[in-house]
């Protein structure tokens, strides 16, 4: 059958089917499909002049090969398709944990949180079943187990965040509440307003099912609230599944204030089971096909001059020009200095040394498929907070699949070191402003650099990932049409 014959054949296909994110993207279980190949597959449709979007073509595909996603019974079966396909290597700690997720999925069918009749409301609602908090070291397969989950869960009202997007979103949700207040008047007291319980019901209205990646907290303001936030998301019924490179017990380790977080942690033990999947192995650091040199060192001959021409020949296909870019976030603007489409030349320093956080990089994301970093240093101790902004940079450009091109002063391995130097002044003069003395806070994780060190081992495995050249080409936004 030629190439127009088939298409000729799934265009009805393309026309009816919803976009839907296909967790088996990279296999086809009868022939070995790879992202790479559907990929090479859609190129050809739009060059054909067909309009449809990547989770469209990769459909098509399966369906070419005879088997579709839709086809498995949850996501422990779709596991085992993966492994007889040959695109996955049988895991026992993974499949321990999708025996969990898969028990979860069944009891989840039909499952609502708000009242399904009028008669409901007068009856107790159902208890809801317990969520899972899967945590292990990097790269073990803790996102792709729960993402297969996610795709199989048979309800509308569920969504999948990073946590720290949804943290940004919970304290938007909280200013507008305080904002839409009755201003106090002249001479009176004004009367206290807990906008979380609020907050809270306002979430559980849109979702029954929370699926967060990477649960992290590192940050006292939300460290502060997730107890009253995540107890009334669990009363109005909602289930959480989440992976951690944390066990419960050491999320916010050595954090301030942290007695007022730990009562937190009962909370989440409560409703979610703690799933340990910890393999020992790292599969984003496995043989895969690179992309090509993406990570360029400062000692090397032409260097600079390597990055300026992979960014002209990026910037040749773009339908712009190469000029500053200002970004508008959240009533601030944010300058990035060279940028051409959705490809940004940037600086270590303009990303990482100015007072840019987790929404300024989702910003970043979404208008970007291609960012270039320049100029990284090393990252000792007197740099932790460059360091942690690095970090969040890098979860999210990875959770958007965007492409990264590094010059650096040191290899990836290398490039933070922890030094346990204590003696630069920022850290003195917060130590002074908090009452603190120099031995009580040494442990405290915002001067150890201790949580620093710990996410890092994220941040190299995911920059190795994002080396690889599946990782490369499914970056590549020009291919693909907005899924709606």
């Excluded at 690179?290 to 000692?299: D, I, N, Q, R």
């Excluded at 990252?379 to 959770?399: C, F, G, H, P, S």
């Amino acid at each position: 059958m030629t190439f127009d014959t088939k298409m000729s054949a799934y265009m009805p296909l393309f026309v009816k089917m919803s976009p839907s994110a296909l967790v088996g993207i990279k296999c086809v279980f009868k022939e070995q499909f790879c992202s790479r190949k559907i990929l090479k597959y859609l190129t050809e449709l739009y060059r054909r002049g067909y309009s449809v979007t990547a989770g469209q073509a990769a459909t098509a595909v399966e369906v070419e090969s005879g088997v579709t996603a839709a086809g498995f019974s949850g996501p422990l079966d779709h596991y085992s398709g993966l492994i007889r396909a040959g695109s996955l290597r049988e895991d026992e700690h993974q499949r321990a944990v999708l025996q969990k997720l898969d028990e979860l999925h069944k009891t989840l069918r039909g499952y609502t949180n708000r009242p399904t009749s009028i008669m409901s409301r007068f009856f107790s609602k159902p208890k809801p079943p317990k969520g899972c908090y899967i945590y292990g070291d990097v790269g073990t397969g803790k996102t792709m187990v729960m993402d297969m989950f996610y795709s199989h869960v048979e309800t509308e009202k569920k969504k999948r965040v990073h946590f720290h997007g949804f943290m940004l979103d919970v304290h938007k949700r909280i200013h507008r509440l305080k904002q839409s207040m009755p201003k106090r008047k002249v001479g009176k007291m004004a009367k206290s307003y807990d906008p979380i319980a609020p907050v809270a019901e306002e979430i559980s209205e849109e979702a029954c099912l929370l699926c967060f990646d990477e649960f992290q907290v590192t940050d006292i303001a939300d460290a502060m609230i997730l107890k009253q936030l995540f107890e009334n998301l669990f009363l109005n019924g909602v289930v959480v599944v989440a992976t951690s490179n944390r066990t419960p017990e050491d999320l916010y380790k050595n954090g301030l204030q942290r007695v007022n977080f730990v009562p937190f942690i009962a909370v989440l033990q409560k409703y979610c089971q703690t799933l340990r999947l910890d393999s020992g192995i790292d599969y984003r650091k496995q043989n895969r096909p690179s992309a090509g040199k993406l990570y360029f060192l400062s000692g090397e001959p032409d260097a600079e001059a390597a990055l300026d021409k992979m960014f002209d020949e990026l910037a040749f296909k773009q339908n712009d020009i190469t000029r500053p870019r200002v970004l508008n976030i959240h009533n601030r603007k944010v300058r990035l200095n060279k940028a051409c489409g959705t490809i940004a030349d940037c600086t270590f320093e303009e990303l990482c040394d100015r007072p840019l956080g987790a929404s300024d990089y989702l910003e970043i994301s979404k208008l970007f498929d291609t960012v270039f970093i320049r100029h990284i240093p090393l990252l000792t101790l007197n740099k932790k907070t460059q360091a942690r902004r690095l970090i969040t940079l890098v979860d999210a450009l990875y959770n958007h699949k965007v492409r990264v091109v590094i010059l650096a002063e040191h290899p990836l391995e290398d490039i933070f070191v922890h030094d346990g130097d204590h003696s630069h002044d920022e850290s003195h003069i917060l130590m002074d402003d908090l009452g603190l003395k120099r031995d009580e806070a040494r442990s405290l994780s915002i001067f150890s650099g201790e949580e620093e060190k710990f996410a890092f081992q994220r941040t190299v495995s995911r920059l190795t990932e994002m080396q690889t050249e599946d990782y490369w080409l499914d970056g590549d936004r020009s291919l693909k049409t907005s899924e709606k």
